[in-house]
Each structure stands twice: as structure tokens, then as C-alpha cells.
């Protein structure tokens, strides 16, 4: 069974540091692609960015370019998202979703339950 | 800003056909991915490129497209079908955050 288990709510302030992760299973981490997508509270779904953990290409939506990074630590099948200096407008809950190129497109077909990330002004 | 255009509200009777649209121009091109999301819980994966649906989705759930339109389409819709739903496609670089604002259904 594909699982994606996502790291427990966090609470910071701001300008602290942040690492959420997503431990998948029940597949070849490697040969998936895995989305992080932001959901501001009571917004719609942003795309961040996407890793292929098989070789490390990552790439990331224009929006959140030089805002967070994204790894994957493939010995223990897990990808991450980061960021260096958190805002009051990171407050948001985050999605991690396993992700299948086609030549059409993308589709996520699992997902995490997400992580909750409160930044108090 | 979304480069997708969604309708941010529809509503439909319980057991009737409920169309919800999503348009832009990579849609032209590329087919667009729908999810559902209802409140509290993480999106799920209701259809994907010409017409697919994955396992567990029901059949009265089904895609379509013209043009620079995409179309979910719910064939008697149920009152478990009220939701929040998403249309997403990729961009001309082939990466997948071209995105629509969301259409809430109601189910009346």
C-alpha cells in the first residue's frame, strides 16, 4: 500500500529555521516524482516544487523559486522542504503528493495528510 | 494569480448532472488533471488525461475538453460529492503548477 506519512504540525516564529518531511512507502521511492503543494488557510492548492529522488532533479515553481528548497534523502526514502527564515505568510498547511509525468501532464495519485505550519506575527 | 479560470462556486440538485469548467490556454495543448478536496482533508486525484479516472472513483465522474476549456462533468451527482475542486495542467516547460482557483460544489 503507497503511503506518504508527513511530519507532525510545527509552530515557530519568525525567522526561525524549518524542516518538514514526507516518508513514503509501499514503492520504489526513485522512480516518482514528489510535489509540494501549499494550502494558505482557507485558499486554494499551490504547486511549490517537485523532485525526482532517482537523480535528484528538483525544480520549482516560479512563485516559490529562492523561498524554500526541496531534497529527498533516498537511503530512507523521504523528501523534504525547507526554509531558512520563516514569515507570518508561511503560515499554511503543506501537502506533500507523489506525482507521475505523462506526455500530457502531471497527476498526483497519493497524498499525504499534510503539515501544518503556523508562523505567529 | 492563477492561470486557470474556475468558476468559484456551483451548486447542484441531489441525483442531477453538474458540469464544472476550467479554462487558459495551456489547456489548448495539454490535458488538465481535476482533484477533489473536500473540507479538512488532502486533495485526491478524480481524473487525469483524456478521461481516466482512478480506482475508487466513482463512474459518474468524467472529463472532457475543448479548445481552452476543460470540463469535469458529475452524472447525478450525491450529496458526498460536495467539494472543493481543482483543475491543473502543465506549462510550456512541461512542469505542472499552471493551476486553477477552485470551484466549491454544493449539492443541494
Known amino acids: 500500500e503507497v503511503q506518504l506519512v508527513q511530519s507532525r504540525a510545527e509552530v515557530k516564529k519568525p525567522g526561525e529555521s524549518l524542516k518538514i518531511s514526507c516518508k513514503a512507502s509501499?514503492?520504489?521511492?526513485?522512480?516518482?516524482?514528489i510535489a509540494w503543494v501549499r494550502q494558505m488557510p482557507g485558499k486554494g492548492l499551490e504547486w511549490m516544487g517537485i523532485?525526482?529522488?532517482?537523480?535528484?532533479?528538483?525544480r520549482y515553481s516560479p512563485s516559490f523559486q529562492g523561498q524554500v528548497t526541496i531534497s529527498a534523502d533516498k537511503s530512507i526514502s523521504t523528501a523534504y522542504l525547507q526554509w531558512s527564515s520563516l514569515k507570518a505568510s508561511d503560515t499554511a498547511m503543506y501537502y506533500c503528493?507523489?506525482?507521475?509525468?505523462?506526455?500530457?501532464?502531471?497527476?498526483?495519485?497519493?497524498w499525504g495528510r499534510g503539515t501544518l505550519v503556523t508562523v505567529p506575527s | 494569480s492563477s492561470e486557470l479560470t474556475q468558476d468559484p462556486a456551483v451548486s447542484v440538485a441531489l441525483g442531477q448532472t453538474v458540469r464544472i469548467t476550467c479554462q487558459g490556454d495551456s489547456l489548448r495543448s495539454y490535458y488538465a488533471t481535476w482533484y477533489q478536496q473536500k473540507p479538512g482533508q488532502a486533495p485526491i486525484l478524480v481524473i487525469y488525461g483524456r478521461d481516466i479516472r482512478p480506482s475508487g472513483i466513482p463512474d459518474r465522474f468524467s472529463g472532457s475538453g475543448s479548445g481552452n476549456t476543460a470540463s469535469l462533468t458529475i452524472t447525478g451527482a450525491q450529496a458526498e460529492d460536495e467539494a472543493d475542486y481543482y483543475c491543473n495542467s502543465r506549462d510550456s516547460s512541461g512542469n505542472p503548477w499552471v493551476l486553477g482557483g477552485g470551484t466549491k460544489l454544493t449539492v443541494l
Open positions: 523532485i525526482y529522488p532517482g537523480d535528484s532533479d528538483t
Open positions: 503528493a507523489r506525482h507521475i509525468q505523462y506526455d500530457s501532464g502531471w497527476y498526483g495519485d497519493y
Open positions: 509501499g514503492y520504489i521511492f526513485t522512480s516518482y516524482w
